[in-house]
């Protein structure tokens, strides 16, 4: 995703010795994955699979860059009820926390990675539905960047959860939806989104529990929203999947209900959306025609006859299920399809 170097001119250059992309395959068909956010970590990542039985896997890997080669440490792979449906480590570029990663499926659950890197132990099982056996389960969460306490979980029971993980204690539970909730994402400290089976986006704020902000439906009744990215560097925009979709619909929450644009260059279903972690107006999407688009949202609600295209393609293996964007290390994209990890430098 981007002009290798000329391999004759100086060597030494870190940035000439570098190839583009890095791929590693795991044993497994990979689900969930996500970015370490620890400079200390550089490419470092989770990744977990996709198996239809109760015990499923969770390995962190990471680059050697000395090498090229993707290494899982067998220290740092463990077992896991049920394929996670996401995974994300602690947002603390700084290091100032325990090293942290937390995944969703029956239950929320918070991992600490030791500090000699040799294992990684549960820390916290969060589960809100203590008089019942059984629990809805979570769909997707997000982990509050502004304050690192705060987790949110989507359940397919139509709520959603705000946990504080320190005291390992609800915050807020509320009824979100009508129907499943899919995807949350946070858009500051109080403030968080949610998408749901019964097609519409909606925003909370902590301080007004009772009443939520209908940005979007979509236009068709009954069609599911499956996924929800809020773009962090200008929280106006939000994305949005809709379920077996090829279109990935951008949305200005300052002007509910019609969708600021809409990205058209996919062939199949999108599955995966990334906002740019370093640049407003930049977005990333991918799904089951292989492909990785990234796009330029700078002429946003200006007309363009034909609609927008993509500013650079990668097209991968396979359908590609997941797609997360580097917030520490901002050049790199990671994409999972069939049992493949790839990172690409953007």
Known sequence: MGASSD???????????????YTYEAPW????????VRRDKKYRLAISSLME???N?????????TNGEIRSDPNLCFEHPYPPTKVIFIPDKECQKPDLLATSSDYLRVWRVADDGTRVDMKSLLNNNRNSEFSGPLTSFDWNEAEPKRI???????????????????????????KEVYDI??????????????????????????????????????????????????????ATIIMD???????DIRFPTLPVVELQRHQASVNAIAWAPHSSCHICT?????????????????????????????????????????????????????????????
């Not at 001119?9 to 570098?18: F, K, N």
């Not at 896997?57 to 860059?65: N, P, S």
């Not at 979709?245 to 949305?251: D, T």
């Open 7 to 21: 391999p004759t001119q100086d060597g030494s250059d870190e940035q000439q010795r570098r190839s583009e992309i």
């Open 29 to 36: 068909h990979i689900y969930a994955m996500n970015w370490s």
């Open 53 to 55: 039985q109760y015990p």
């Open 57 to 65: 896997r969770l390995e962190i890997v990471q680059l050697d860059d």
């Open 152 to 178: 949110g979980t989507s359940s397919i029971d139509t709520t959603c959860t705000i946990w504080d993980i320190d005291r390992e204690t609800v915050d807020t539970q509320l009824i979100a939806h009508d």
């Open 185 to 238: 994402a946070w858009g500051g400290v109080g403030v968080f989104a949610s998408v749901s089976a019964d097609g519409s986006v909606r925003v909370f704020d902590l301080r007004d529990k009772e009443h939520s902000t209908i940005i979007y439906e979509s236009s068709e009744p009954d069609t599911p929203l499956v996924r929800l990215g809020w773009n962090k560097q200008d929280p106006r925009y939000m």
């Open 245 to 251: 979709s090829a279109k990935v619909v951008v949305l």
């Open 286 to 346: 991918a799904g089951d025609d292989s492909q990785a688009l990234i796009w330029d949202l700078s002429s946003m609600g200006q007309p363009i006859e034909g609609g927008l295209d993509p500013i650079l393609a990668y097209t991968a293996g396979a359908e590609i299920e997941q797609l997360q964007w580097s917030s520490s290390q901002p050049d790199w994209v990671a994409i999972a399809f069939s049992n493949k990890l790839q990172i690409l430098r953007v």
